[in-house]
Every structure is written in C-alpha cells, then in structure tokens.
C-alpha cells in the first residue's frame, strides 16, 4: 500500500496543503478545530487499503495551508468553496465528504449546497 503523500494544491484563492493516500474514489475528510490533517492519520490508510483515494486537507487558517488576514475569508461559504476547489484541482467530479468538531458542518453544507459534487 502507498504511503501518505504531501502537496500543496490551489483552491478558492488559497494554497492547501493536503495529505493524501490510496487510488479509488475520492473521501475528503475535514478536520475540527485547533487541529490539522493530522486527526485524520489513521483514517487515511484504512480508506486507502479500502480502496479509496482519501485526502484530509489543513483547512483554511490551519497547518500549512494559506491564513488569511480578513476575518471575513472564514466563512462557510468559503470553507465550502475550498472544498469544491479541491475537487476541481484533483480532477474529481465527486466525492464523499466527512467531518468532525468544526470540520463537521464544513462537510454538512458543503453536501447540502453542492449535492452535485458531494455525498
């Protein structure tokens, strides 16, 4: 099985960093707060040996991702846009998208106002 995988991607306006593993059908998994990528860690090889391509991304003001200064670039919107330009830079029409803590109801909104692209 591969191993966890680290790049920078843009999305929304921003660069952020992602942890990825496996190939398969994309799980986007969003952490809560004052967390990053890393609470998904043991995640990330149970999805991959499942057989999907699982990614868990340092949300917007977190880990290595972009901060930005304007306290209004944090909301749900954008959070959910992050998502949706995550999809588009990994080339994936759809994905299931999970959440816990603060990353919860970025995964909720992001399923109910883009049902197109998330389940």
């Known amino acids: 099985m591969s191993q966890v995988q680290h790049r920078v991607v843009e999305t ?3 660069r952020m960093h992602i942890a ?3 190939v398969g059908p994309l ?4 952490h809560g707060f004052p967390e990053c990528w890393y609470s998904w860690r043991h995640q990330l090889p149970a999805l ?8 868990a991304p340092d949300m917007r003001g977190y880990g290595q991702s972009d901060r ?8 749900l919107l954008h ?3 992050d ?9 994936a029409e759809s994905a299931v998208v ?6 919860a109801p970025v995964a909720w909104h992001a399923a109910l106002l883009r049902p197109d692209r998330f389940r």
Do not use: K, R
Not at 83 to 91: K, N, P, R, S, Y
Not at 98 to 103: L, R, S, T
């Open 12 to 14: 929304n306006g921003i």
């Open 20 to 22: 990825e593993q496996g």
């Open 27 to 30: 799980v986007v998994l969003c």
């Open 48 to 55: 991959a040996e499942a057989g999907f391509h699982a990614v």
């Open 68 to 75: 930005p200064d304007e306290i209004d670039q944090y909301t």
């Open 79 to 81: 959070l959910v846009g």
């Open 83 to 91: 998502m949706v330009g995550l999809l588009d830079a990994l080339g």
């Open 98 to 103: 999970a959440g816990h803590d603060w990353g």
